[in-house]
């Protein structure tokens, strides 16, 4: 290397390892001061994550979260972007006194109204047949549909109005008669191509005019040759990726750390040679359909033969108003369950975590015990990380470990110490888990907000 020249940039991959809303925002929050840019390389407007900084509370469901402390936010090629909500968001922003500095791959595809339409349709058709996934209903499973048969309108697209109306006269009339004739549903103005044409291209000229369309990979290539720390934010979790999650149970993307060089174009050795952090949050919850075994309660509605343990209800209730686990995106109430170490030893393998962000511990302060699902037994075999069906999940029976519990803590003040401070039995619990994933911790989050966060290891370092 000449003397001289700054050495590369450095990369850390954000990564769910449960079921989504593990606190990722809060993670890539705590290491934004040396991040330069910030980029999302799946989902869309699904994805829910809330960023406490100082006094005020961000809800974003688009917007990368480190845009709102002057990071540089990338949107990229593997996201799926509704113009409408990434406007509003970044409206909102600039109202509370702050100017995001957003740019969008123009090799991303877009939602468009009818896949939001389709979204519910189809989940509504589904349910009859326990095949519906609970989806956010924000149309991503509709466009990812589109992205893969060819038929998808990307960012590019809006930037060029005769692009956009040859695709959109192509594919919207498939669209209105697979609403119509294989659903029976009615259609509107989500499925008419005037006004479809007209309310795209005008944002087609925004991103212009604001300057936010990139190549996504060359951006990034470029930030990263000049020194700037890149980190990749993934959305939801593991087990609802599309391949290595509970399908078809799952989101239409993929959330697994694989996907941050194929979401945003830099190749696999950049995000290998950085960083992968593991983001688990100290029980599980989950919103949508699916199996859960170590689920505690169950939330109204659902029966004792849904599964889960009916006598924890209490407990669940407790632990959802104790964590806020309301949807971030819907407000749907959580289910809840103990942390599934089967679940987080398939994630640790296949993102490759190279440390831990623990999070939520907390919100299990206070209890007598707190229990882990530590194996399965699944047709007489114990087994370890989680079958690849659905179907072998909801034959699995959980071996329970228990850990005593830990009492209330000042947080603030634990974090301003540091891990020793973390009381003991908390501790125990965390260095199981850092011992099963053979993975070390770098931070441990004991409350919402930034100064709430132990410290242990700073990747960027
Ligand atoms: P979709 O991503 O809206 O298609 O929803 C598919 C499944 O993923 C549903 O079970 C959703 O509840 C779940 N899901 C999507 N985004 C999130 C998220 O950000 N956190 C947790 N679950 C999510």
Redesign the pocket.
């Known amino acids: 290397m000449e003397v001289g020249l700054k050495p590369p940039g450095m990369t850390v991959t954000i990564v769910?390892s449960q079921?989504?809303?593990e606190g990722k925002g809060g993670v890539v929050d705590l290491y934004g001061d040396e991040v330069d840019v910030v980029a999302r390389y799946q989902?869309?407007d699904?994805?829910?994550?809330t960023v406490v900084f100082g006094e005020e509370e961000y809800k974003l469901?688009l917007v990368p979260s480190g845009a709102i402390r002057g990071k540089v936010g990338v949107l990229g090629n593997g996201c799926v972007v509704n113009p409408e909500t990434l406007f509003a968001e970044i409206d909102g922003l600039r109202e509370r006194g702050l100017d995001p500095d957003v740019r969008v791959a123009e090799r991303a595809h877009v939602i468009l109204p009818y896949h939001r339409v389709l979204?519910g349709i189809e989940e509504t058709a589904k349910e009859d047949s326990d095949l519906d996934?609970?989806?956010?209903?924000?149309?991503?499973?509709p466009t990812y549909e589109d992205k893969i048969g060819r038929r998808g309108i990307r960012i590019g697209d809006l930037l060029d109005p005769d692009s956009l109306r040859t695709k959109l006269e192509y594919v919207v009339p498939q669209k209105r008669a697979l609403a119509e004739d294989v659903f029976g549903a009615t259609t509107d103005e989500a499925f008419d191509i005037g006004s479809l044409y007209e309310q795209y291209r005008r944002y087609g000229e925004r991103l212009a005019e604001e300057e936010m369309t990139v190549n996504a990979g060359g951006f990034l290539t470029e930030r990263i040759e000049a020194g700037e720390n890149v980190m990749f934010e993934g959305?939801?979790?593991t087990s609802?990726d599309i391949d290595h999650g509970d399908y078809p149970?799952?989101?239409?993307?993929n959330p697994t750390a694989g996907y941050a060089a194929t979401g945003t174009g830099v190749g696999p050795t950049v995000v290998g040679r950085g960083e992968v952090i593991g983001i688990v949050k100290a029980y599980l919850?989950?919103?949508?359909?699916?199996e859960l075994p170590t689920e505690l309660g169950s939330v109204e509605g659902q029966t004792p033969e849904d599964g889960g343990r009916p006598e924890m209800a209490d407990l669940a209730t407790e632990i959802r108003d104790e964590g806020g686990e309301y949807?971030?995106?819907?407000g749907?109430p959580?289910r809840v369950g103990w942390l599934d170490v089967p679940m987080i030893r398939h994630a640790a393998r296949v993102s490759g975590f190279t440390g831990l962000a623990i999070n939520h511990i907390d919100v299990l302060a206070g209890m007598d015990e707190v229990e882990v699902g530590h194996s399965y037994d699944l047709d007489g075999e114990e087994i370890l990380t989680m079958p690849p069906t659905s179907k072998q999940w909801a034959r699995c029976e959980v071996n329970y470990r228990r850990f005593d519990g830990w009492p209330e803590a000042d947080w603030e003040a634990v974090a301003a110490e540091g891990y020793d401070a973390i009381p003991e039995n908390a501790r125990t619990y965390l260095e199981y888990i850092s011992d099963e994933l053979d993975t070390p911790i770098y931070a441990v989050g004991v409350g919402p907000g930034r100064e709430q966060t132990v410290i242990v290891e700073t990747p960027f370092a």
């Open positions: 769910g079921l989504g809303d989902g869309g699904n994805a829910g994550h469901s979204d996934a609970g989806t956010t209903g924000r149309g991503i499973g959305a939801q979790g609802i149970y799952v989101t239409s993307s919850t989950r919103v949508g359909t699916g949807g971030t995106v819907t749907r959580r």
